[in-house]
């Protein structure tokens, strides 16, 4: 199985006060994620990772280049980041919409997850915007025009729906871990609910055309992924189920 990956990236500028003197730092991020890169490479799956200021520039815009992927996953990466191509931001000339190849590419038969974070669904002063773009439709769930942050430092817990689905087959489902906060997002009346989570939907699942579709309401990583979840028994089996399950092999 090949999947595509953008998001989980980040670059951080600090200033540093020492005394009369400062210093301005700036490192480039991207090691949340790595508990879910190594539970695909040890499942066999290959993974084509488009950090977010690579995604930018490189993340393909057409239904051929995305063809050779079984599936695409964005988690925290906002909709301008695969809109905001910076030729055409600075120099006016007209590019592919990444998010009408991704649409095309689900509707053809591909696969589609998006995981929370605050670059997710709304996201963080939503900035993420999803609910405004082509995959508001392809999406299994209704997005807000809001920020759709629900922040549990105390830990909340999902609640399962649908315990036979493929998706969740080998997991044991009492076990599930707290998470930290999740994206308030609302299942449509055509996918199915596989989970909740504080009466919002958790895990949701659609056909789309001759493609699927997924949504994940709450972090692969840190901070809404708390360690607990990290470390949890089922995590490589969730991941590898929902990618299975996209590509048709469940």
């Known amino acids: 199985m090949k999947i595509i990956f953008a998001g989980e990236s980040w670059i951080v500028s600090e200033t540093h006060y020492k005394g009369f003197d400062t210093a301005i730092l700036n490192r480039y991020e991207d090691f949340y994620a790595d508990a879910f890169f190594d539970a695909l490479k040890n499942n066999d799956v290959e993974v084509d990772f488009y950090p977010n200021h690579v995604a930018q520039l490189e993340f393909p815009d057409t239904l051929e280049a995305l063809s050779q992927y079984d599936a695409v996953i964005l988690s925290d990466c906002g909709s301008d980041t695969l809109l905001m191509d910076p030729e055409m931001q600075f120099k006016g000339i007209k590019k592919p919409n ?40 392809v999406l299994p769930v209704k997005m807000l025009n809001y920020d759709d942050r ?78 607990e979840f990290l470390a949890w028994d089922g995590y490589d089996q969730l991941f590898v189920n929902i990618l299975k399950w996209l590509s048709k092999e469940l």
């Open 98 to 137: 990444r998010l009408l190849a991704i649409k095309d590419y689900v509707h053809e038969g591909g696969g589609l997850l998006m995981c929370g974070g605050y670059l997710s669904f709304a996201g963080f002063e939503n900035k993420a915007r999803y609910a405004m773009t082509p995959l508001a439709e």
């Open 150 to 227: 629900k922040e549990h430092p105390e830990g909340i817990a999902p609640v399962i729906k649908k315990p036979n689905h493929p998706i969740l087959a080998g997991i044991d489902n009492n076990s599930w871990p707290e998470f930290l906060g999740y994206n308030q997002i609302l299942a449509k009346k055509e996918a199915t609910e596989l989970a909740t989570i504080g009466g919002d939907t958790f895990m949701a699942a659609m056909d789309y055309g001759e493609g699927r579709s997924f949504a994940f309401a709450s972090d692969l990583a840190p901070h809404w992924g708390s360690k």
